[in-house]
């Protein structure tokens, strides 16, 4: 089954969609709080530190996984706009075939990494036997947690958002009773907390299967086929909101609510940049990677000092530089989105050489355009298209400026003179080299 999400109220579909997507990753989390709940209410104070340490690190595996099947969703649901069955179908089949190999990989090097990752935690040596024990039951399971995300990331790129959420609902309501089963009557402590998420995974896995063969969701056997030309766009398409996910996950185990909250936030914006060529992904990456590492080497000295060690004003200096670190970002994007009186312009092409070369940076100001000269460089917007040229000659028409403009390796003049509305500003600075990041972010490298 396939929603039809091009068509009707962009507003309706958007809410429609989100609202259950963002109910589903809730209820993924309760696995872990739930755990927490009742070791503490059943079990004594090391299985409840092997359980929080143990959900801490499944929890960034999940979000991970989350993160790159995000790819999966965008490129299905790519296809089902296009109204093309057969790559829907393509796509859905190599999906399960590169996450397949996947979980196996996975699955084996996380149980054979399952001491190491206690110790790398810092866990107690009292709690270590069980954190272990812990780790290596949820471990085992990770084939029914990818399985689960996988199916579900098939489900949204068909437009359903709401099977995933039932699915994971039956599932966290599995996981407390038989949280309550094997902690509580047969006393099996961190372990048991496990095995219960373990099982509940492996039953939302079941009914989401019966499901899709009730749908006649599943691909043909030709098109389970593993593609390595489908991985770079997966990867291409999943990555970002995998860096995200996982950066957020460590601020909010770092810094707290606040960081964590504001970053989500900045992460809105990269949408609104259309001044560089492919701003958004520019600034994507720049949000996603620069500025949590930024915040988390300002914070570092805080949260490397134990908790019952710190002073009062701790959270003051966190919040302090929290804001020290976010307001040179925020005005970083806002010079590159071209909301100040002077914005940056990527050269694209060789037309200005050999003073300006490919991928140079240009810096524009919108002050003194009445006062352009010949000489001058101006960027002038043609047909959506913003084009860095030099003037070589201004006219007068209708007592109105017309600046008619060549590039330097031209052998002849624009077609059109500019109007005054059409300059978008004057050339103050050039930096070498500099605009390629953003062409190599258009171009994908």
């Known amino acids: 089954m396939q929603n039809n999400l091009t068509s009707g109220s962009v507003f309706k579909n958007i809410l429609s969609f989100s609202l259950p997507y963002l109910l589903s990753y809730f209820l993924q989390t309760l696995y872990g709080m739930a755990d927490l709940f009742l070791i503490g209410r059943y079990g004594e104070v090391d299985g409840t530190t092997a359980v929080s340490i143990g959900s801490q690190v499944m929890h960034m595996l999940t979000v991970m996984i989350v993160g790159l099947a995000m790819g999966a969703t965008v490129m299905i649901g790519q296809a089902v706009g296009a109204q093309n069955r057969a790559k829907v179908n393509r796509y859905i089949g190599n999906t399960i075939t590169l996450f397949a190999g996947a979980a196996a990989v996975l699955t084996l090097a996380m149980l054979s990494l399952s001491k190491g990752i206690v110790r790398l935690m810092s866990t107690p040596e009292a709690a270590q036997a069980s954190t272990e024990a812990y780790l290596r039951i949820c471990f085992a399971g990770l084939p029914f947690i990818i399985a689960y995300n996988v199916i579900s990331a098939i489900f949204r790129g068909m437009g359903d958002s709401k099977s995933p ?15 309550i089963l094997f902690m509580g009557p047969l006393a099996l402590g961190p372990a048991g907390a496990a095995l219960g998420t373990t099982l509940s995974q492996a039953f939302s896995v079941v009914l989401s299967l019966i499901v899709v063969v009730r749908r006649r969701m599943l691909p043909g056997l030709a098109a389970a086929r593993a593609s390595g030309s489908l991985l770079p766009v997966l990867l291409e398409q999943g990555l970002p909101a995998l860096v995200q996910s996982t950066l957020l996950t460590a601020l909010l185990a770092v810094g707290g609510m606040l960081p964590a909250v504001e970053y989500r936030l900045l992460a809105l914006l990269p949408g609104l940049l259309p001044r560089v060529p492919a701003a958004n992904r520019f600034a994507q990456v720049f949000l996603s990677l620069l500025l949590p590492l930024l915040f988390l080497i300002a914070i570092s000295e805080d949260w490397s000092v134990p908790a019952e060690q710190q002073e009062a004003p701790a959270k003051g200096r966190r919040a302090l530089a929290w804001a020290a670190t976010a307001l040179p970002c925020l005005a970083l994007i806002a010079f590159f989105a071209g909301w100040l009186p002077a914005y940056p312009t990527a050269i694209a092409t060789g037309s200005m050489e050999p003073e300006i070369q490919i991928g ?5 100001a919108r002050w003194g355009l009445a006062d352009i000269q010949p000489g001058d460089v101006i960027a002038v917007e043609r047909q959506g298209r913003t084009i860095v040229h030099r003037v070589v000659e201004v006219r007068q028409e209708a007592g109105e400026p017309l600046y008619v403009t060549q590039g330097d390796a031209n052998n ?23 605009g390629r990041i953003s062409l190599w972010f258009h171009t994908g490298g």
């Open 412 to 434: 002849a003049p624009d077609e059109e003179p500019a109007a005054q509305s059409q300059v978008e500003g004057r050339m103050i600075g050039l930096v070498p080299a500099l």
């Open 165 to 179: 959420m039932y699915f994971i609902a039956a599932a966290c309501a599995a996981n407390i009773g038989l949280d």
């Open 360 to 364: 140079d940076m240009v810096v524009m």
